[in-house]
C-alpha cells in the first residue's frame, strides 16, 4: 500500500545523541567520552528494565537517573549547577545536518516522532529546532507508560495518525527499535550509522577500545533477533525516494 505516513524515532536518528559529549566533557574534563557512553548505555537500559519491571518513570526520570548512577560509578563529585547544566543539554540535542531537509522533501505525508522521551522533553528539543514547523504530531510512550520496544508504544501511532501499520514507515537508527518496529507490523528503514567495516577499522587501529567505539559494538549493529528492516540507509536523505516507491 501507499506510505501515508513517515515516522520517526528521535534519540539517535533525527537527534545527535553524542552531541552530549562536549558538555559532558566541560563539566567533568577527561571524563567526558565515557560519561557520554556510559550514560547512553545506562539511560537505554533502564527504559527496558523499568518495562519489564513494570514500575514505569518517565524518560525525564530515566535520564536524570542514568546520569546519577554514571556520575556515581565513576567517583565524580558535582553540584547541582554542573549536574543540571549536562541534563539541559538534552533539551538542545544537535539535530543531524539532513533532517529538516529530509522531512520537507517527505510532505505532504503525514510526518511525526514516536519517541521514548518525556512530553516536556520532547516538545522542546522539537521546538528548539523548528521541526514542530514540519511535524504533524510528536508522539510520546508516556500515554502507554512503558517504553520501546514494546508493541503498545507502536500502537500510539495508529492512534495519533489514523493509519494502519502497513501504511506507515518508521525510520530509526536504533537496531533494537528497528526490530521492535518490524514485530509490530511496520514498514521499517534502518539509518546505519556504523557500518561493520568501520567498526572492525576501529578495533584493529586502537589497542585499547574507546568508549564511544565499544558503544557503537553494542548499540549500532542489527540485533539477532529474527526481524530484519525493510530498507537500509545511510542518512535521511534517501528516504524521499523510499516513500515514494509504489
Known sequence: MTIRAVVFDAYGTLYDVQSVAE?????????????????????????????????????????????????????????????ERVIEKYLHLDLYPDATSALAALKPRKL??????????????????????????TISVDAKKVFKPSPQA???????????????????????????????????????????????LACVENELVAPLTMFKAIRTQMDELGFAPDHRVRALSELPGIAARP
Do not use: C
Open 23 to 83: 558538555i559532558t566533557e566541560d563539566a567533568f574534563p577527561g571524563y567526558g567520552e565515557i560519561i557520554t557512553q556510559v550514560w547512553r548505555i545506562k539511560q537505554l537500559e533502564y527504559t527496558w528494565l523499568r518495562s519489564l519491571m513494570r514500575r514505569y518513570r518517565d524518560f525525564a526520570t530515566v535520564t536524570r537517573d542514568s546520569l546519577a548512577y554514571t556520575l556515581r560509578v565513576l567517583g565524580l563529585d558535582y553540584d547541582t549547577e554542573a549536574f
Open 154 to 200: 507502536y500502537e500510539l501511532i495508529g492512534e495519533a495518525l489514523g493509519t494502519e501499520p502497513n501504511e506507515v514507515l518508521f525510520v530509526s537508527s536504533n537496531p533494537w527499535d528497528v526490530s521492535g518496529a518490524k514485530a509490530f507490523g511496520l514498514n521499517v528503514a534502518w539509518i546505519e550509522r556504523v557500518t561493520p567495516e568501520a567498526m572492525a
Open 112 to 137: 511525526a516522532i514516536l519517541s521514548n522521551g518525556s512530553p516536556d522533553m520532547l516538545n522542546a528539543l522539537v521546538r528548539n529546532t523548528k521541526l514542530d514547523q514540519l511535524l504533524d504530531a
